[in-house]
């Protein structure tokens, strides 16, 4: 069983639409997460942490859930810009991140 | 400007042909790392440095090295590539210090083997 597993979708939504996604981990020795944003071949960039009380950036919240280990993300008023892969990651400690393999998301006008 | 620079963006190479990869950084951060990403999967990490002290993950190839002589640059060799290591290869950056935290990538180096 991977470590960070994820819905891979795709999610096809229109421009406007909520969307979620959940990630599931292991090792409960994880001790922090984040979300990143990767763009069709392009690196990929941090877009917020997780923290257990949630945490919203605008249109974005996240969630983290420690007890049935999930986190997830909800994006509120899809815009054709959100359109990416959002990985689910996980910091164990000693600098060792782990990625999950992404979900992917199209917004369409 | 760009904080974590990768040279080469594109790299093609003979199988069996070894290559070298670089990054550099201008945010002095203390840890440095290489992933290899395929298409369609996640970032796997490789290696990472905190300062000089090297890690690296237990299920990575004896093929890959990867050399930090100082704190701005660092070097990833593939010393035989196959045709299984075509791959982009991402360098990232971040601060140490409790935790990981943000991590700065470079745009990758995309290897093609021939």
């Known amino acids: 069983r991977k470590e960070v597993e994820q819905d891979p979708g795709p999610f096809n939504v229109p421009e406007g639409a909520t969307v979620a996604f959940n990630c599931t981990y292991s090792n409960s020795a994880s001790q922090s997460f984040f979300w990143y944003r990767q763009d069709c071949r392009k690196e990929p960039k941090l877009l917020m942490s997780?923290?257990?009380s949630g945490n919203e950036d605008g249109r974005f919240t996240a969630q983290l859930n420690r007890a049935s280990q999930y986190i997830s993300l909800l994006i509120r008023d899809s815009k054709l810009s959100d359109s990416a892969t959002y990985l689910c990651?996980?910091?164990?400690?000693?600098?060792?991140?782990?990625f999950g393999a992404g979900t992917r998301l199209f917004v369409k006008a | 400007d760009a904080m974590v620079i990768q040279n080469p963006r594109y790299q093609v190479t003979q199988f069996g042909k070894p290559v070298t990869l670089s990054c550099s950084q201008t945010?002095?951060?203390?840890?440095m790392y290489w992933y290899q990403q395929k298409s369609s999967q996640a970032p796997k990490l490789l290696f990472h440095?905190?300062?000089?002290?090297?890690?690296n993950e237990a299920d990575t190839p004896d093929n890959f090295q990867s050399r930090r002589p100082n704190t701005s640059f660092c070097f990833l060799d593939i010393r035989s590539p196959g045709l299984g290591d075509a791959a982009m290869y991402l360098c990232a950056t971040s601060r140490g210090g409790g935790g990981t935290g943000e991590l700065f990538f470079g745009e990758g180096s995309r290897l093609t083997v021939l």
């Open positions: 997780v923290y257990s």
């Open positions: 440095y905190y300062d000089k002290d090297f890690n």
């Open positions: 990651v996980k910091e164990n400690g000693g600098f060792k991140t782990i």
């Open positions: 945010l002095n951060h203390n840890v």
